[in-house]
């Protein structure tokens, strides 16, 4: 393992916070009725499987994420306010307010797309490192997703493609446990993912999501391997703290599994690793945390006050510049009518 596996404990668990007090904003955002759309995935509780592999990711390294991953991009280098500026809509958002939640792409972070359909940003990965392979470029692309879309056929195709061409990609498959409301065990007859990865010949490993510097280590030997041509699969496990969206209260777990699930915390086991192993204090991680609450608070206020997409920008990035924009409806109604 190289010098880089040593990072800074307080480093990870800095991106751990910084996730889970955005996602608590992102939730706040929501409740106050100022995010764009109607549902919200977070993250929280997943905390660890972000910061370890964006950790180990290259700056030429690119991936995709699902409808869960305001925390992956965060972790990868992502600025909370156009961030959160996106998620509300608002022009001053990574994609000028048309993404929304789960349409986040930025490629000057190599953030190649969030999708919002089930496994529908995995293929797009095996293209992008056949890409890499075809013009020589030290580059991984790495698809991230949740355990519901180990049930879709799309994931084994573009795994045995990945295995058959030895493309430098990797695999993330986040494991919450649950996809929507349906219990892993109750989804597949085989829930050692690693298991399907290596039949597809592709190198598979597990890791609990809890210990960020275990998801770390392990992703780096994985993003080595993938590097060099043998692509790989990686499964961290943890647990989803919350319903699968907002809104969901999640009546389909007991109190006793919540409870249990939330005890395994990556950031309280970060934090008691660093007072136990570190000569941080209490304090100095209250003020830590307080200090990454303030920049939170900072990116709700940005994307309140940032203005809303005009009108006519509706058709950005739809018809060639050369193609005459459409009149939007609204505009065409008042023009009617002013003309009576």
């Known amino acids: 393992m190289s010098a880089e ?18 996602e608590e904003r992102v939730a706040e955002l929501y409740v106050r009725g100022l995010s764009a759309g109607s549902m919200l995935h977070l993250s929280i509780g997943e905390e660890g499987a972000a910061a370890g592999v964006c950790a180990a990711m290259r700056p030429q390294d690119s991936f995709t994420t699902h409808h869960r991953g305001h925390g ?8 909370p306010n156009r961030m959160m500026a996106e998620i509300a809509g608002k022009s001053a958002g990574y994609c000028a307010g048309k993404g929304g939640s789960m349409h986040i792409a930025d490629r000057a972070l190599g953030h190649l797309g969030a999708n919002a359909i089930v496994g529908g940003g995995i293929p797009h990965v095996v293209g992008a490192g056949l890409s890499y392979k075809r ?5 991984v692309a790495i698809a991230f997703f949740g355990d519901g879309a180990m049930q879709q056929g799309i994931v ?19 494991n919450n446990q649950y996809g929507m409301g349906t219990r892993i065990d109750q989804a597949t007859r085989v829930a050692d993912f690693a ?9 598979g490993a597990s890791v609990d999501g809890e210990d960020v510097e275990a998801v770390f280590a392990r992703a780096q030997d994985l993003l080595d391997g993938a590097r060099a041509g043998r692509p790989a699969l990686l499964t961290v496990s943890c647990f989803r703290f919350f319903g699968h969206g907002r809104m969901d209260k999640s009546p389909y777990r007991s109190n006793e ?3 249990s699930g939330r005890r395994r915390d990556p ?3 970060a934090r008691a690793a660093l007072l136990e192993r570190t000569p941080l204090t209490a304090a100095a991680l209250d003020a830590l945390d307080a200090a990454i609450a303030r920049e939170m608070d900072a990116a709700i206020a940005f994307a309140e006050q940032a203005p809303a997409p005009a009108l006519q920008a509706m058709f ?19 023009r009617i009518l002013a003309e009576r």
């Open 5 to 22: 596996a040593n990072l800074p404990l307080r480093d990870f668990y800095c991106t751990m916070r910084r996730i889970r007090t955005f």
């Open 72 to 79: 992956i991009f965060l972790a990868r280098g992502a600025d």
């Open 135 to 139: 013009l020589r470029k030290n580059a």
């Open 156 to 174: 084994h195709e573009s795994m045995n493609m990945a295995a058959l061409w030895d493309l430098p990609v990797m695999f993330v498959c986040i």
């Open 195 to 203: 298991q399907r990865a290596i039949a597809l010949g592709l190198a």
């Open 257 to 259: 599994e919540e409870d």
């Open 267 to 269: 950031i309280a086991a």
């Open 316 to 334: 950005d990035d739809v018809y060639a510049p050369s193609e005459p924009q459409p009149e939007p409806l609204a505009t065409r109604l008042d």
